[in-house]
């Protein structure tokens, strides 16, 4: 695309509507806990850290995808990194607690997978290969603070459900300063030929 075809005035609107739109992505992508967030696997090994948390319960992180249950750790073992391995890309990751004080299971993703019909795990999308999951571990959502149990992920999962890694910024600023661009380009061909007419 040859810039130099397009008036300065065209050029200092489409960078920015870039910059405006990146902005909002960007804030978007670090906005705040998106409670009954779903996560899915990316095809490569999953790395996930226990983070201190809040509970006065013990609870067991177990993984309930089908077919690949199992296990992981408790609240309790902070700092600790896991590895799970030979999950399939774009196959839904489907975390959960068990809370040994009380024998209840909270599992993520909205309410219809738990006993009180509420979402007890909420995703916060810190960086694209960073990601904190954080559950609430009491019956009827507690007080909602979803720091009972925390655990950060640092690779193999995404919010895509097609199981592609969310986008690094950069990438993104790339792509839609090609689309305001392209835009521009559009809307100026269609005034020439109004003009023409």
């Known amino acids: 695309m040859n810039l130099a075809k397009f008036p300065k005035s065209t050029l200092a609107l489409a960078a920015g509507l870039a910059a405006i739109t990146v902005a909002g992505v960007a804030q978007n992508a670090e906005a705040a806990s998106i ?65 040994t004080n009380t024998g209840d299971t909270f599992k993520m993703g909205d309410g219809s997978r738990n006993l009180d019909a509420l979402a007890h795990a909420a995703v916060d999308v810190v960086k694209p ?39 690094e910024p950069s990438t993104m600023i790339g792509t839609l300063a090609f689309s305001v661009l392209g835009g521009a380009a559009l809307l100026k061909k269609r005034k020439s030929k109004k003009t023409l007419a």
């Open 35 to 99: 409670i009954g967030q779903k996560v899915y696997s990316t095809g490569g090994d999953i790395t996930l850290k226990v983070l201190p948390a809040t509970a006065g319960y013990t609870s067991e992180l177990h993984l309930y995808t089908p077919g690949y249950e199992q296990f992981i750790t408790t609240n309790r073992n902070a700092d600790q990194t896991y590895t799970l391995s030979g999950i399939p890309k774009g196959l839904e990751l489907i975390f959960g607690i068990y809370v």
């Open 129 to 167: 290969n960073k990601f904190l999951v954080g559950f609430e571990d009491l019956f009827g959502g507690g007080d909602q603070d979803y720091d009972d149990n925390v655990f950060e992920f640092t690779q193999g999962i995404t919010t895509n459900s097609n199981g592609t890694p969310v986008p």
